[in-house]
């Protein structure tokens, strides 16, 4: 029903910036929420930021201000720009979906756990 896939993972200098992209393929839907994730091995998944169908943006306090999700006019493809990169952003990303807007509207969505679809994820690493 939904396939996504994300590129654009690469090893970065800190203090540098990165833009990822999610290619989305998905059945008509008039409304969605998607997100970006981010996790590191041995450590919980945690949320990057989402965009509703609206286009309304949500961020965690850890990237607030340094990163930026949008997408194209077709909404057939998410970004995720990241500037001002430190080492403690490595982690492999992913991006996930929900045909419903619930998740956009809820606090839990940090914890990626009602997002259905996700994709395989593309490392991002940040070197000092």
């Known amino acids: 029903q939904v396939q996504l896939v994300e590129s654009g993972g690469d090893s970065v200098q800190a203090g540098g910036s990165l833009r990822l992209s999610c290619a989305v393929s998905?059945?008509?839907?008039?409304?969605?929420?998607m997100g970006w994730f981010r996790q590191v091995p041995g450590k919980e998944r945690e949320g990057v930021g989402i965009?509703?169908?609206?286009?309304?943006?949500k961020y965690a306090d850890s990237v607030q201000g340094r990163f930026a999700i949008s997408q194209d006019n077709a909404k057939s493809t998410l970004f995720l720009l990241m500037n001002s990169l430190k080492p403690e952003d490595s982690a492999t990303y992913y991006c996930?979906?929900?045909?419903?807007?619930?998740?956009?509207?809820?606090?839990?969505?940090?914890?990626?756990?009602?997002?259905?679809?996700w994709g395989p994820g593309t490392q991002v690493t940040v070197y000092s």
């Open positions: 996930a979906a929900d045909l419903f807007l619930t998740n956009c509207y809820s606090d839990s969505w940090i914890t990626g756990q009602y997002f259905p679809y």
């Open positions: 998905r059945s008509a839907s008039a409304s969605y929420c």
């Open positions: 965009i509703d169908s609206d286009g309304l943006t």
